[in-house]
């Protein structure tokens, strides 16, 4: 069975600095990648997926995340934060011709400082 | 559209009582899916229902259970509440299996005394 490991809890950065978000996950056959982001007291929604092709994926408010097989990675990147990006961040992990089930990591909380 | 919505959004529940937690979607979605978030767990699958008329279930699924009344709505009911059951609870939709996003609600928040 897949699973998926965020391996930071919580990530303070700067304004304006940039931030990497660090996700592998682990799975015996072909996955389908996702990051999805929750801003306080809200549901979450989808920031950007990897299903297939170029292993760089841009999604939105200028995030970017890279599929990295032999890694077995799949990192978020921004290359300069705003405080409105204060938010827990989750990657998550589908595997292909399986079912539908997909397995959320325990999320990373972003802070951002001024 | 308004998406995925649920009700209530707060509940305060004594230990032994039940309550049914409403989902709906207007997306026409085939699948959907209830979620339990806790602090430093993430989301953990608790039933989810790939078409109208059937369920399955998904990581933690002990002390609840689920109708899919039709394509649009997705109940998830606690017959005797836990104090173990305090969480937030997400419902979310999606059109199928594997590749597709799935849309959330914005959550219900459960206290049980």
């Known amino acids: 069975a897949q699973s998926v490991t965020q391996l930071d809890s919580q990530v303070p950065v700067f304004e304006e600095a940039p931030v990497e978000l660090r996700c592998n996950y682990s799975?015996?056959?072909?996955?389908?990648l996702f990051w999805y982001v929750q801003y306080p007291n809200q549901g979450l929604q989808l920031l950007l997926k990897y299903l297939s092709g170029s292993t760089l994926v841009k999604g939105i408010n200028g995030f970017e995340a890279e599929f990295n097989k032999s890694q077995t990675s799949f990192h978020l990147r921004k290359p300069s934060v705003h405080i409105s990006d204060t938010a827990e961040y989750f990657c998550?992990?589908?595997?292909?011709?399986?079912?539908?089930?997909?397995?959320f990591g325990k999320g990373t909380r972003l802070h951002i400082l001024p | 559209n308004a998406g995925v919505t649920q009700t209530p959004k707060f509940q305060v529940l004594k230990t032994g009582q039940s309550m049914t937690l409403q989902c709906a979607q207007d997306?026409?979605?085939?699948?959907m899916y209830w979620y339990r978030q806790d602090p430093g767990m993430g989301l953990r699958l608790i039933y989810y229902?790939?078409?109208?008329?059937?369920?399955d279930k998904g990581e933690v699924p002990n002390g609840y259970n689920v109708s899919r009344l039709n394509k649009r709505e997705f109940s998830l009911r606690l017959e005797s509440a836990a104090p173990s059951q305090t969480s937030v609870y997400f419902c979310?939709?999606?059109?199928?299996?594997?590749?597709?996003?799935?849309?959330f609600g914005p959550g219900t928040r459960l206290t049980v005394t």
């Open positions: 997306m026409n979605h085939n699948s």
């Open positions: 979310a939709s999606s059109e199928g299996r594997g590749p597709y996003e799935q849309y």
């Open positions: 998550a992990v589908s595997e292909m011709n399986r079912d539908d089930k997909i397995i």
């Open positions: 799975s015996s056959v072909s996955v389908y």
């Open positions: 229902s790939a078409s109208e008329g059937t369920t």
